[in-house]
């Protein structure tokens, strides 16, 4: 039993609620409400303190909660917030950052699946503000349940009815589900470039910013697992709650990736390792007059390949980062590899791949079947990715 907590807000569907809420029960869990004050306008809290047996929350600022900061302190137990009808007005908080009332609060403050039913006017719904505000959310991965069309309260016909009650449940129960997926599963994420150095303050690396490895880091850690992540220099903050191992060049990353493979169940190597580095490395600055025309260069180990060699039973994930011919590439790197999985992304588009906030990637696995994904941000398609994984590993059981 999870609890869940279940945001109203001041849209005319708002006594649907009251079935959602029924049907998250129906499952077996425990649901707290939490109103906006305009909603408490059109709904008396009185109706879901009786439907839920918990006093509904909608003041910020109230002497009797049971919680000594009651937003955090919820935020904690939750395993989904469901908002439920959302209005545009509480999207657009959301996605600005607005925090004004206990839900727009609480919802800054919750690390658990995020769902949102919008329900309003069409020209609302298809106002560009409110396509920009639901696109952000997105990106930033919130879930949606999209408004159907129908019959509208207003008297227009059109886009902008809240979805079915059944619908909006069954979606949030598949997203609780998740949360629980990798559980007991200790899954080992690389992210990042590495850094080869000539002297103390010249080095060799490449583009990669870590997102998309720290993006799998934190999908993994929301569904349940152990995460270690072992992450080269990166501007970007890693998820917090992954075991931290900080590395910066390839020797280091090949030594903390053997260690720790034999524990891991899962492996995620999306960190773009050098290939090469120098044969010599000096303690001091080299002098300008005192570099050489050539710098000789050796090769790296290949650690993807030499974890494909040592795996007893782990699930190994590669990432290819190509400029052509992704397809073959891809398909000839798994095999060499003895890669379970691939996730290969074409760096020579514009605003996906190395360093972008978006991506847009093939996958491809072991049998050699291949699924492009849309262009999306790094978040949402480390969860296409995971979903895939666990579907490829559920086939392997
Ligand atoms: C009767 C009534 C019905 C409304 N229905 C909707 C609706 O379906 N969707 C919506 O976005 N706004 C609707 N509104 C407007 C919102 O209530 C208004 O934007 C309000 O400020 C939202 O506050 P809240 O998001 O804090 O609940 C409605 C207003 C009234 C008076």
Known sequence: MAKIALGVTSSVS?????????????????????????????????????????????????????WSVAHIALAKEVGLLAVVPATANIIGKFASGVADDFLSTFYLAVEAPILVAPAMNEAMLLHRQTQDNMMKLRAQGVDFVEPAKGYLACGDEGWGRLADPDDIVRRGLELLKKRVSLQGKTILVTAGPTREYLDPVRFLSNRSSGKMGFEMAREALLRGARVILVAGPSQVAPPAKADLVRIESAA??????????????????????????????TGRKIKRQDLPEALRLVRTMDILKALGERKKGQFLVGFAAETEDLRANAGKKIKAKKLDFIVANDVSREGTGFDADDNQALLIDAKGHAT????????ELSRVIWDAIEASLGKRR
């Open 14 to 66: 708002i006594y649907k609620a009251c079935e959602v809420l029924r049907g998250f029960q129906k499952a077996g869990h425990d649901v707290q409400v939490i109103m906006s004050r305009n909603a408490a306008k059109l709904i008396s809290p009185l109706l879901f303190n009786s439907l839920s047996g918990h006093k509904t929350i909608v003041e910020l600022f109230e002497e009797d909660h049971p």
């Open 252 to 281: 280091d990353m090949e030594k903390e990736v053997l260690k720790r493979f034999p524990k891991a169940d899962i492996v995620v190597m999306a960190a773009a390792v050098a290939d090469f580095t120098f044969a010599e490395r």
């Open 372 to 379: 492009e994904t849309q262009k999306m941000s790094k978040r």
